[in-house]
């Protein structure tokens, strides 16, 4: 089983807690080994998708007692749960959305942030690559961006927009390369406007 389903998997299996077992805010969830059991998954698995529920303000570790619901008022907690097992359309465009969002606020960060060494060492990878892989892209840019929460946030949805069976998609060399151009003088607008091309987005120039 991969990553990507074990997020799934997970969330799944406390949404049938929650409503099967009348589970709510505050009770305590499976241990990491009972849910690697219920899974069949091993350990380390379980434990970065919990790392990721938790990061997402579904559940909280108390250490030495356990990982526990949060505390959400009413039946909060099951729609949001209902949301992330992105069953409806709105849910599956959000995703795809928010995920553009925080690549759009990484190329902000990484303008500002980059540096002539990291420059060189992202133009070397990219001229070593016969094909680019967008995933790796982003994840390096956001890297430079510096900004930890960012890097996971766009991880879990990243893993959520592939397990709706999304093709991944090729996108143009050079498309790429204009944007790395960008990066590499500091210049938002071209950097940006590289981005919504990659993306086939509309495009302004007002962007502050």
Not at 23 to 46: A, F, H, Q, W
Not at 53 to 71: Q, S, W
Request: aromatic residues 10%; hydrophobic residues 40%; neutral net charge.
């Amino acid at each position: 089983m991969t990553n990507t389903k074990v997020y799934i998997e997970i969330v799944k299996q406390l949404r049938e807690m929650i409503t099967a077992d009348g589970l709510t805010s505050g009770d305590k969830i499976p241990s990491e080994r009972e849910l690697s059991e219920r899974l069949n998954v091993g350990r380390s698995s379980v434990r970065e998708a919990l790392r990721a529920l938790e990061l997402l303000g579904l559940i909280e570790t108390r250490r030495g007692e356990g990982t526990f619901i949060r505390d959400f008022r009413g039946h909060q907690l099951v729609q949001l749960l209902s949301t992330f097992i992105l069953q409806d359309e709105k849910a599956k465009r959000d995703v795809f959305e928010t995920k553009q969002l925080i690549e759009i606020d990484c190329l902000r960060l990484a303008v500002q942030r980059i540096d002539k060494r990291t420059i060189i060492e992202l133009k070397k990878w990219f001229d070593s690559e016969q094909v680019i892989d967008d995933d790796e892209v982003f994840y390096r840019i956001i890297k430079i961006a510096d900004n930890h929460l960012f890097l996971r946030m766009w991880l879990i949805l990243k893993d959520y927009y592939y397990s709706l069976h999304f093709r991944k998609v090729v996108y143009k060399r050079n498309d790429y390369l204009i944007l790395l151009n960008g990066l590499a003088e500091k210049d938002e607008v071209i950097t940006l406007s590289a981005y919504h091309e990659l993306r086939n987005l509309s495009f302004s120039n007002d962007i502050n």
